[in-house]
């Protein structure tokens, strides 16, 4: 199996909602990624879990909750969020973190109103 | 500008013609990937070279890396409407501790034409 899924496809939520974002990998990879990728522009990377443990943060704004339950599932909680968070949110995972290929899921949709 | 930017921004090509697509970045590099991106979709893995290495093939791909000049190639051979999508070239810093962290350049748009 050498694919990422993520749920929901398309998520339309409130700026007082809260919604979780979930991706899940069953390769045996101990890295996971979350990125953001707004239209016609490259993905920026918002956080890297690395053995289940948070390694990096891209500084972002702390409506933005990651959290990794096990090796193979990775989510990102969303709370009071800005119309300006509207984007395409990309789950990737990779073997290790460090100089390997990083798989991608098909990402979501996210519109914030 | 930022680490990774690619040249041309859009190319437009007609079927069985050959595409180019070029990346430079500023730092030394772990090594170079190159992915490409369906309208609005996730992103697939297409070659990974390492920065010892100076030429990559798989299928109609070849790539390039000059790491004097800081720069890489993507050719794509018999180009195929289905080859229409963004192209992305993404590095793997060498040193300091952001392990796992890929830089992505601005990407290329590429249509081609039946």
Known sequence: DTEVTQTPKHLVMGMTNKKSLKCEQHMGHRAMYWY?????????????????????????????????????????????????????????????????????????????? | SQQGEEDPQALSIQEGENATMNCSYKTSINNLQWYRQNSGRGLVHLILIRSNEREKHSGRLRVTLDTSKKSSSLLITASRAADTASYFCATDRRGGTSYGKLTFGQGTILTVHP
């Open chain 1, 36 to 113: 953001k990728q707004k239209a016609k522009k490259p993905p920026e990377l918002m956080f890297v879990y690395s053995y289940e443990k948070l390694s990096i943060n891209e500084s972002v704004p702390s409506r933005f909750s990651p959290e990794c339950p096990n090796s193979s599932l990775l989510n990102l909680h969303l709370h009071a969020l800005q119309p300006e968070d509207s984007a395409l949110y990309l789950c990737a995972s990779s073997q290790i973190a460090a100089r390997e290929t990083q798989y991608f899921g098909p990402g979501t949709r996210l519109l914030v109103l």
